[in-house]
């Protein structure tokens, strides 16, 4: 099947920690993004790559650092994870050709869960 | 800046009965605008977007939204709500000026659809 996958699909760990989400993406697209969805809901893009490079940094604490091993790939490393981190995350990607008209499509999230 | 309003926390509708579900947007350039659908524990479903062109959009599971650039809304509708289209629905817009931009999306709107 062609899709966003993300692995693994929930998360329990304790604070402090430090964890990994992975993001692969057989779309063929060339852009790749994570989201954050907090409890009420509300989505807020974190990263984007475009071919491994960083385009898109919010503003997000550096405890949280993406790493892109080629195109396909986007992963999520969280160090030392503290109680708000608690949330759902989303991988998303495009094919960036028409530029800020590309639809994302996105993964079925994992849910992280810091105890 | 971009920004998204979805004024509804939730919209209850019979089965059967017209589907409404409010947007409004506000961007310094030209807006592209994009519906996703959430189903529980589950990631975001692509509907709809606009890009340029007709003002009235078609897209999946016979969704449609209409763009209106006076009043700066995007609300998406479908004529007879089935009980499977209860599911979180979510606006969002896009800066055209921007290759990178940011994919700004409003706080959701929780659709329930009554037999």
């Known amino acids: 099947d062609t899709a966003v ?3 693994p699909k929930y998360l329990v760990t304790q604070m402090g920690n430090d964890k990994s989400i992975k993001c692969e993406q057989n779309l063929g697209h060339d852009t790749m993004y994570w989201y954050k969805q907090d409890s009420k809901k509300f989505l807020k893009i974190m990263f984007s790559y475009n ?5 898109i940094n919010e503003t997000v604490p550096n405890r949280f650092s993406p790493k892109s091993p080629d195109k396909a790939h986007l992963n ?3 160090n030392s994870l503290e109680l708000g981190d608690s949330a759902v995350y989303f991988c998303a990607s495009s094919h960036p050709a028409t530029g800020p008209t590309d639809t994302q499509y ?6 992280l869960t810091v105890l | 800046a971009q ?3 979805q004024p509804e926390d939730q ?3 019979a089965e059967g009965n017209p589907l409404t ?3 409004t947007y506000s961007v310094s350039g030209n807006p592209y605008l994009f519906w996703y659908v959430q189903y529980p524990n589950r990631g975001l479903q692509f509907l709809l977007k606009y890009i340029t062109g007709d003002n009235l959009v078609k897209g999946s599971y016979g969704f449609e939204a209409e763009f209106n650039k006076s009043q700066t809304s995007f609300h998406l509708k479908k004529p007879s709500a089935l009980v499977s289209d209860s599911a979180l629905y979510f606006c969002a817009v896009r800066d055209g000026r921007d290759s990178w931009g940011k994919l700004q999306f409003g706080a959701g709107t929780q659709v329930v659809v009554t037999p």
Do not use: D, M, Y
Request: positive net charge.
């Open chain 1, 5 to 7: 996958s993300q692995t």
């Open chain 2, 21 to 23: 579900v409010k947007c």
């Open chain 1, 51 to 55: 071919n491994k490079e960083l385009i």
């Open chain 1, 106 to 111: 996105f993964g079925p999230g994992t849910r």
């Open chain 1, 76 to 78: 999520l490393h969280i």
């Open chain 2, 11 to 13: 919209v209850n509708v």
């Open chain 2, 3 to 5: 920004s998204v309003a």
